[in-house]
């Protein structure tokens, strides 16, 4: 089995990066978190718009959103800031969902420590020794299987089902041949190909759950008044050439490959599993609270491939573009990692563009930036909402 | 000769993923189906797709050997294939609504 260098936390996840957390519990803490970050050597701001009046079912998202991405093996230690008392899911709750990592963490509460100043004075302090504590931290050698592996696509167009999505798929196998795991979200993007998914689920109610998934996401978007045509395709995937959700669906799902579909998870849930093979999880279409969650599901690691180019970046889950496209990786040179449109001219194989985005994996597992990495370009954090602001 | 690429034996549309078309252009296949030959009787740009062979009104539209839609008017060989000639057939809440209507 082949291995790669990571980070060994204390209950056996191994990260690929080493990140100093500095987490928002509620939008009114977002000051003070960007305040610390940009202080501190490493450290890595979360900031979002929710943690108040949200109705409960809609707060245990959020809360499993902000545990997990804190949780994620690619996190070495958390500060987690809030700013009074948030109902339900306080600081000191947080800390108590992450604890089990056995990873350092810290909680400041704007109020309780004073004020801004204050605050920002407490979490610097904590950030910095935090800092300096998981600098000590050596990689080392750990195997593939201990990799999970998301793939999410976006700004799709006619190349991504066609060359991007399918190499995907197969580099998805080459890791899931390793012990791996890949897990593929969006369900909203399943939808006219449940019928190719359902064949690989390993049981009944696998397939069952992928169906009620796609489902429930269709009545969502209809009990808004309006049906899902109206969103998907995206207007800049009609311009690439996609018609109709159907061809688009098709084309996403071949992220993944051949292999058994061995467990389905409720969005931003953590897989119960360890087998290698695809794991799916419940969630929207909608890039950055996609990948959100399958940072806070535990992946270390995430393909985006793009028809047209995209930006998308996770703060702590390095997110390597893969495009099937030459204008867009000419354009995007600085933005997109890999280039597979050899594809079409016949100057690779498909099987070919398959190990150049496995190795490429395999490289930022080993702790090589991606592009949007090294511009610190971390714009991908977001939280899907099931409830109204109240 | 310009050139698309076919995903499966069974489709009935191209995509031009190597060159855009223009009206009149002869076209071929790459990929899964190098025996068919069309005339382009549209512009296609990058991207987009090309009706094989004649597809009549309501028939399915075949991509990657499965539907992606129906046809929304007769199609002929040589057409572009796109948003103005074929609809999804999923996420219909005016379907579920004229189903409703109607019972």
Redo the contacts between chains.
């Keep these: 089995m082949s291995h790669f260098m990571g980070f060994h936390r204390p209950n056996g996840d191994v990260g690929i990066r080493n990140h100093v957390l500095i987490l928002s519990g509620t939008v009114y803490a977002n000051g003070v978190v960007e305040r610390v970050a940009d202080t501190i050597h490493g450290a890595v701001p979360i900031t979002h718009a929710n943690g108040r009046c949200q109705v409960a079912p809609d707060l245990r998202v959020t809360r499993r959103f902000l545990a997990g991405t804190a949780m994620n093996p690619n996190v070495g230690a958390v500060v987690i800031i809030d700013h009074f008392k948030e109902e339900g899911m306080t600081a000191e709750d947080l800390a108590d969902d992450i604890a089990p990592t056995g990873k350092p963490i810290a909680t400041v509460n704007i109020r309780g420590d004073g004020g801004f100043i204050s605050a920002v004075e407490k979490a610097t302090r904590y950030a910095q020794d935090f800092a300096r504590l998981i600098s000590l931290e050596q990689r080392e050698a750990a195997p593939l299987s201990k990799i999970l592996f998301g793939t999410e696509c976006g700004t799709s ?3 991504s ?2 060359a991007s999505n399918p190499a995907n798929g197969l580099a998805g196998e080459l890791l899931i041949a390793q012990g791996g795991r890949l897990l593929m979200a969006e369900c909203t993007e399943w ?3 449940e019928n ?1 998914l359902t064949d690989k689920a390993a049981s009944p109610a696998i397939a069952e759950a992928i169906v009620a998934g796609v489902q429930h996401m ?1 009545a969502r ?2 009990a808004s008044g ?4 109206g969103s ?1 395709p995206t207007g800049d995937n ?1 311009a ?2 996609l ?5 688009k669906s ?2 996403a799902v071949k992220k993944i490959g051949d292999s058994a579909i061995i467990e389905y998870l409720e969005i931003a849930e953590a897989p119960s599993k360890t087998d290698s093979g695809n794991y799916v999880m419940y969630g929207p279409g909608m890039g950055a609270e996609s990948i959100s969650s399958m940072a806070a599901a535990g992946c270390q690691v995430l393909t985006f491939c793009t ?1 047209g180019g995209h930006t998308s970046n996770h703060p702590i889950m390095p997110t390597i573009k893969v495009t099937g ?1 030459r ?1 867009s990786f000419e354009l995007m040179r600085d933005t997109v990692d890999v280039d597979v449109s050899g594809v ?2 016949d100057e690779i194989t498909l099987a070919e563009a398959g190990q150049i985005v496995f190795d490429e994996v395999e490289r930022v597992c080993n702790g090589y930036l991606t592009k949007s990495e090294a511009l610190r370009d971390n714009n991908s954090f977001a939280i899907h909402r099931v409830g109204p602001s109240i | 000769m310009k050139t698309v ?1 076919v ?1 499966y034996a069974t489709d009935n549309v191209g ?4 060159e855009p078309i223009q009206t009149g252009d002869h076209v071929s296949c ?1 990929g899964e189906r190098s025996d068919l030959e069309v005339i382009a009787q549209a512009d296609i ?5 090309i009706a094989l062979m004649d597809i009549a009104a309501g028939d399915t ?1 075949l ?2 050997g ?4 129906s046809a929304l008017s007769d199609i002929k060989a040589g057409d572009h ?3 103005h000639n ?9 379907l ?1 609504e004229r189903a409703a209507a109607s019972e």
């Excluded at chain 1, 018609?243 to 061809?247: L, R």
């Design positions: 167009d006619t190349t089902g066609l939808m006219g190909c190719w269709e978007a209809l309006e049906d899902i045509r998907q009609m690439g050439g018609t109709t959700i159907e061809e098709m084309g028809g496209n204008g079409f001219t | 690429f995903v995509t031009a993923v190597l790459n740009a990058y991207g987009h797709k539209v991509k990657y499965l539907s992606i839609g294939v796109h948003t074929v609809e999804s057939n999923r996420g219909r809440g005016d579920a």
